[in-house]
């Protein structure tokens, strides 16, 4: 029994070690590749920005944003805005898990992402990616 315990603990050691040194390397490369990635899908960022920016009147009630996440979603939009400053895939996941997480928390804290529906979590997100001025995605 004990001998599992400390084996446990040696795994989890070893998982945060490899999450520790994968992050470090994605941000050691992080601008290198991002400037790369940048220029060659350039266009194809200048047309999604270009179609988000031609749907900035749209409103929560269009796109069927329920009432209740509307006080959150100014919240959720400034870490939204966060996602480029992120320098390895974790740390983006991350970063969207907290964009979910506050724009579908109740101000009583009665409701969690796993009781949200699909289609309210799309209209959600579909609202921020709207109303987030992201210039590279």
Same mark, same amino acid.
């Given at each position: 029994?004990?001998?599992?315990?400390l084996?446990?603990?040696?795994e989890?050691?070893?998982?945060?070690?490899?999450?520790?040194?994968?992050?470090?390397?994605?941000?050691g490369?992080?601008?290198?590749?991002?400037?790369?990635?940048?220029?060659? *899908?350039? /266009?194809?960022?200048? $047309?999604?920005? %270009?179609?988000?920016? &031609?749907?900035?009147?749209? @409103?929560?009630?269009? =796109?069927?944003?329920?009432? *209740?996440? /509307?006080?959150?979603? $100014?919240?959720? %939009?400034?870490?939204? &805005?966060?996602?480029?400053? @992120?320098?390895?895939? =974790?740390?983006?996941?991350?970063?969207?898990?907290?964009v979910?997480?506050?724009?579908?928390?109740t101000?009583?804290?009665?409701m969690?992402?796993?009781?949200?529906?699909?289609?309210?979590?799309l209209?959600?997100?579909?609202?921020?990616?709207?109303?987030?001025?992201?210039?590279?995605?």
């Amino acid at each position: 029994m004990c001998l599992q315990k400390l084996l446990a603990k040696q795994e989890l050691k070893m998982t945060l070690l490899k999450q520790a040194v994968g992050i470090y390397i994605h941000h050691g490369i992080h601008d290198l590749i991002f400037n790369i990635v940048g220029t060659y *899908e350039a /266009s194809q960022d200048a $047309s999604f920005n %270009k179609i988000t920016r &031609s749907l900035q009147e749209l @409103q929560q009630n269009d =796109l069927g944003v329920k009432p *209740e996440f /509307s006080i959150n979603l $100014s919240r959720a %939009k400034r870490e939204l &805005s966060q996602l480029n400053q @992120q320098t390895s895939p =974790l740390l983006k996941v991350l970063c969207l898990r907290r964009v979910l997480l506050t724009a579908t928390q109740t101000p009583r804290h009665t409701m969690n992402i796993e009781a949200v529906s699909a289609d309210d979590l799309l209209s959600v997100v579909l609202y921020l990616l709207v109303k987030t001025e992201i210039p590279n995605w």
